[in-house]
């Protein structure tokens, strides 16, 4: 079992930034794909970006050059760096993992991960 809890949202004005972490609990898996994911009021929760535990990154195409997915050397905490921020970045966003199986170069559907976090609120003013 995976324990994942969210951290670091908030309120910002267009333009600016904010730094999502997601604390898991440990798990040994030496094969898993974690990432990112959100919904935003009245829309279908989506996938923003997710790293494999060989490091490979993907992003949603809404996302790339603005967004940065990371994870710390003991991987127990996973970061998303969120830069240019737009008002339609606001959405309640998600930590979510699956074990035993890589992102495969893609953002996974929500379907496809066997964890989640509660979730955090950014909320970006224009």
């Known amino acids: 079992q995976v324990q994942l809890v969210e951290s670091g949202g908030g309120s910002e004005q267009a333009g600016g930034s904010l730094r999502l972490s997601c604390a898991a609990s440990e798990y040994t898996r030496s094969i898993y794909c974690i990432g990112w994911y959100r919904q935003a009021p009245g829309k279908e929760r989506e996938g923003v970006a997710t790293i494999d535990s060989d490091g490979s990154v993907t992003y949603a195409d809404s996302v790339k050059g603005r967004f940065t997915i990371s994870q710390d050397n003991a991987k127990n905490n996973l970061y998303l760096q969120m830069n240019s921020l737009k008002p339609e970045d606001t959405a309640m966003y998600y930590c979510?993992?699956?074990?035993?199986?890589?992102?495969?170069?893609?953002?996974?559907?929500?379907?496809?991960?066997?964890?989640w976090g509660k979730g955090t609120l950014v909320s970006i003013s224009s």
């Open positions: 979510a993992a699956v074990l035993g199986s890589w992102c495969y170069g893609q953002v996974p559907l929500e379907s496809a991960m066997d964890y």
